[in-house]
T-cell receptor
Framework: DAGVIQSPRHEVTEMGQEVTLRCKPI?????LFWYRQTMMRGLELLIYFNNNVPIDDSGMPEDRFSAKMPNASFSTLKIQPSEPRDSAVYFCASRFEDYYNEQFFGPGTRLTVL | AQKITQTQPGMFVQEKEAVTLDCTYD???????LFWYKQPSSGEMIFLIY??????QNATEGRYSLNFQKARKSANLVISASQLGDSAMYFCAMREGMYNNNDMRFGAGTRLTVKP
């Protein structure tokens, strides 16, 4: 199993540019999560999907952030326009909804907005 | 409201000794799961151990054990025989209502440094 795949691993962009982060969950997993990690705020849940449907997006900072999951094997997190305060590591995680519900994390995307 | 509390920002331990990382949680749901993750300097999140609220025994995984005290709402991670490779951030997490579509919430983390 390849695990959760995220791309790109590193992204450097300028303020005002659009940024798209991508995630491929583990095959068979039906829940997907986007987290943001910063030194100041720790690990924050941004949004999560179950069976491709957004369940809770209350953690999305503002309208500049949007997430989609068009099918069970792909999700995107988009920031438009990006700002320096969006600089963080963005993790995608997936799990299968059963009793033992460990979440598997991707390697993360380190985003730097200049 | 903060549901997962890790009160130790940083901890030091001598190599080969045991160390306990504290975690307390708050929930009114009788069904929940508790998790510990390790994040080394390379950045990936590595699952270590899981404890369900109905589990009768404390979870163990190799050198990791979870000291689960349900009445006190604590789920401390015990690492025995510390190794230099254990130096990392450690996060406690909880998921409420295991059969529902609920997300996992994380504590602020504890940075463990193992001294040679």
């Amino acid at each position: 199993d390849a695990g959760v795949i995220q791309s790109p691993r590193h992204e450097v962009t300028e303020m005002g540019q659009e940024v798209t982060l991508r995630c491929k969950p583990i095959s068979g997993h039906n829940s997907l999560f986007w987290y943001r990690q910063t030194m100041m705020r720790g690990l924050e849940l941004l949004i999560y999907f179950n069976n491709n449907v957004p369940i809770d997006d209350s953690g999305m900072p503002e309208d500049r952030f949007s997430a989609k999951m068009p099918n069970a094997s792909f999700s995107t997190l988009k920031i438009q326009p990006s700002e320096p305060r969006d600089s963080a590591v963005y993790f995608c995680a997936s799990r299968f909804e059963d009793y033992y519900n460990e979440q598997f994390f991707g390697p993360g995307t380190r985003l730097t907005v200049l | 409201a903060q549901k997962i509390t890790q009160t130790q920002p940083g901890m030091f331990v001598q190599e080969k000794e045991a160390v306990t990382l504290d975690c307390t949680y708050d929930t009114s749901d009788p069904s929940y799961g508790l998790f510990w993750y390790k994040q080394p300097s390379s950045g990936e999140m590595i699952f270590l151990i899981y404890q369900g609220s109905y589990d009768q025994q404390n979870a163990t995984e190799g050198r990791y054990s979870l000291n689960f005290q349900k009445a006190r709402k604590s789920a401390n991670l015990v690492i025995s025989a510390s190794q230099l490779g254990d130096s990392a951030m450690y996060f406690c997490a909880m998921r409420e209502g295991m059969y529902n579509n609920n997300d996992m919430r994380f504590g602020a983390g504890t940075r463990l440094t193992v001294k040679p």
